[in-house]
């Protein structure tokens, strides 16, 4: 998978974030319409994919389970918007992004494929640990609210320890990526790619 392809859908993620925190309470009637919307966009999704054969076909399959199951996360987030529901949502769409990066990597073969998949899931990770890092800010922006004085201080502890395992998380996603471009080699080629590796990543 190209880099660019990944920023992009890193980027896409990134910015679902927090987007429904603006929408009003939907009514019990609105509600029960947005979901059978999805569910109906879903089902017309599939109909392409019974054209198809093999992996195009498995492809289409998995991109439209992504999308029903990114739009009823939404849906949820925007009816209501809760830093856990936005998170939800968030973590939806990463692991659709993911989904569909995977099936798109079994067109490849041997290395090349296992790199594409821990890329795949690098990115997944990132969104995730982004994701996390912004409902903990959220809840410890909530906590201080509520006790300035004394709560500035664990406020800023939980910030701090948010942004700490969303960096370990990268980290160790894009060790993994590295780690597994190392298996392609052999010899001291391999030995010296997996200690610059470990070296740049702390391992």
């Known amino acids: ?12 993620l990134g910015l679902s974030f927090g987007v429904s925190a603006f929408a009003e309470t939907m009514s019990k ?4 319409d947005a979901k059978t919307k999805i569910e109906a966009n879903y089902k017309a999704a599939l109909v392409p994919c019974d054209s198809l054969a093999g992996n195009p076909k498995k492809i289409c399959k998995v991109e439209a389970k992504g999308n029903k199951n990114t739009a009823q996360a939404n849906l949820d987030a925007s009816n209501n918007p809760t830093a856990k529901n936005q998170r939800q949502a968030s973590d939806a769409k990463a692991e659709a992004a993911y989904d569909l990066a ?20 690098a990115v997944e990770v990132a969104a995730k640990a982004d994701a ?21 201080g664990k406020a800023d502890e939980k910030v701090v320890d948010a942004r700490q395992d969303a960096a370990s998380d990268k980290t160790d996603a894009q060790y993994k990526v590295e780690k597994e471009k190392c298996d ?5 080629a391999k030995d010296n790619c997996m200690t610059q590796a470990k070296m740049h990543f702390g391992k």
Not at 29 to 32: G, I
């Open 132 to 152: 996390k890092a912004l409902m903990k800010t959220a809840d410890a922006n909530k906590d201080a609210n509520k006790t300035i004085t004394k709560a500035v």
């Open 29 to 32: 009637a609105e509600l029960k």
């Open 1 to 12: 998978m190209k880099l660019h392809t990944l920023n992009h859908i890193a980027l896409a």
């Open 102 to 121: 995977h099936q798109k990597c079994q067109e490849q073969t041997s290395n090349a494929k296992d790199v594409c998949i821990k890329e795949a899931k």
């Open 184 to 188: 392609a080699l052999a010899g001291a």
